[in-house]
């Protein structure tokens, strides 16, 4: 079957660095996606890895290796604001995304 | 960037009721879109994908005569619940992709419509 995984729940401290982490497997791959998501609001589109490596984004890093299954979000100089739901998506082969549970994150000053 | 909009935003109803709930692309035509629901901290489910002048596919469990889907144009996506049930009561969401399938997948979500059933 298909199967996304990342933690439940992280907590960090404001202006400190935090990794969150998803493993997938999936029928195919077309594409990784991190989104964040803020208590009862629709997900926003962090960013987008379909090949291996870093792409960065001002405060926020994604990081993808296929071989392994694997991708990380970084989150640099965290604020208050950050303090959300992160979900890890997967594209497979039928261009479905596959969701993560998400990774609740919490800031604290 | 991509916008799309849904309505409305929060309805709340008496049960045996039915309920549609509209999800537009305001600037680009979606030839695809995607109604998921979310319950309180749990991820997206994906319940259907809804294809511009064709049926929609529903994915495993889902009911399609509760949860009809209408996707009438390349801007339009309509979802009704059909004899809504407090069970029914969730954060509903659609999202829309652009166009044909390329490199770059992107998925752009409405706000979500939060559902309760009396």
């Known amino acids: 079957g298909q199967n996304i995984d990342q933690p439940t729940e992280m907590t960090a401290t404001e202006g400190a660095i935090v990794q969150i982490n998803c493993t997938y497997q999936?029928?195919?791959?077309?594409?990784l996606f991190w989104y964040q998501q803020h208590a009862g609001e629709a997900p926003t589109f962090l960013s987008y890895n379909v090949l291996d490596g870093l792409e960065e984004k001002g405060r926020f890093s994604s990081f993808l290796s296929r071989s392994k299954g694997y991708s990380y979000l970084l989150l640099k100089e965290l604020q208050m604001k950050d303090s959300a739901s992160y979900l890890c998506?997967?594209?497979?082969?039928?261009?479905?995304?596959?969701w993560g549970a998400g990774t609740k994150l919490i800031i604290k000053p | 960037g991509a916008v799309v909009s849904q309505h409305p935003s929060r309805v709340i109803c008496k049960s045996g009721t039915s309920v549609k709930i509209e999800c537009r692309s305001l600037d680009f035509q979606a030839t695809t879109m995607f109604w998921y629901r979310q319950f309180p901290k749990k991820s997206l489910m994906l319940m259907a994908t809804s294809n511009e002048g064709s049926k929609a596919t529903y994915e495993q469990g889902v009911e399609k005569d509760k949860f009809l889907i209408n996707h009438a144009s390349l801007t339009l996506s309509t979802l009704t619940v059909t004899s809504a049930h407090p069970e029914d009561s969730s954060f509903y969401i659609c999202?829309?992709?652009?166009?044909?399938?390329?490199?770059?997948?992107?998925?752009?979500f409405g706000p979500g419509t939060r559902l309760t059933v009396l």
């Open positions: 999936t029928s195919g791959f077309n594409g």
């Open positions: 999202s829309a992709r652009v166009g044909i399938l390329g490199d770059y997948n992107e998925q752009f």
């Open positions: 998506a997967v594209m497979d082969s039928n261009y479905q995304l596959i």
